[in-house]
C-alpha cells in the first residue's frame, strides 16, 4: 500500500510542477491557447489536491510520521500558501486575458494598460510567490526538517 500511495502522490506532484512550467511559460509571453490552457488547470487541480489527499493518506500509512510532525504541518501551510498565491495569479491573468480580447475587438493590438498588466504586475509577484512556494514545498518533501 505505501508503494502505491508514495507514487500516486509523486505522480500528482509532478502534475502540480507541470502545471507551474506551463503558467511560467504563459507568463514568459508564450502564446495561450485554449487546449494549453485546460492541461494547465487540470494538472493544477489534479496535483493539488492529489498531493494533498495522498500526502495525507501516506502520513497516516506510516508509522514512524504522524500528521503533526512539523515538516508535514509546514507543507499542509504552504500547500495552502500556494493555492492562494496561484489563485491570485491566475485572477490577474484572467483579468487582463479578458482585456487583452476587449481591446482586440477594437482593433487595438498593444495598449499600456495591457503592458502592465503582462509585465511586472501584482499577478507576476503572485506567480513568482506560487513557484518559491513550489520550490519549498520539494525541499520540505526531500529533506523532512525535523522528521
Known amino acids: 500500500m505505501y508503494h502505491a500511495l508514495l507514487f500516486f ?3 500528482t506532484a509532478f502534475f502540480l510542477a507541470t502545471a507551474a512550467l506551463i503558467y511560467s511559460a504563459f507568463v514568459l509571453g508564450s502564446p495561450v491557447n485554449r487546449a494549453t490552457r485546460l492541461v494547465a488547470e487540470i494538472f493544477w487541480g489534479v496535483g493539488g489536491l492529489g498531493t ?4 495525507v493518506w501516506l502520513a497516516l500509512n506510516r508509522p ?3 500528521i503533526f510532525d512539523g515538516w508535514i504541518i509546514a507543507a499542509l501551510v504552504l500547500w495552502a500558501i ?3 498565491t496561484g489563485q491570485k495569479a491566475g ?3 484572467a483579468a487582463g486575458g479578458q482585456r487583452a480580447a476587449e481591446l482586440t475587438a477594437q482593433g487595438t493590438t498593444s495598449s499600456p494598460e495591457l503592458a502592465e498588466t503582462f509585465g511586472a504586475s501584482r499577478a507576476f509577484w503572485f506567480h513568482i510567490a506560487t513557484l518559491l512556494v513550489v520550490l519549498l514545498i520539494v525541499i520540505d518533501m526531500i529533506w523532512k526538517p525535523g522528521a
Open 9 to 11: 502522490h509523486v505522480l
Open 52 to 55: 494533498l489527499v495522498f500526502g
Open 64 to 66: 514512524q510520521y504522524e
Open 82 to 84: 500556494g493555492g492562494y
Open 91 to 93: 485572477e490577474g491573468y
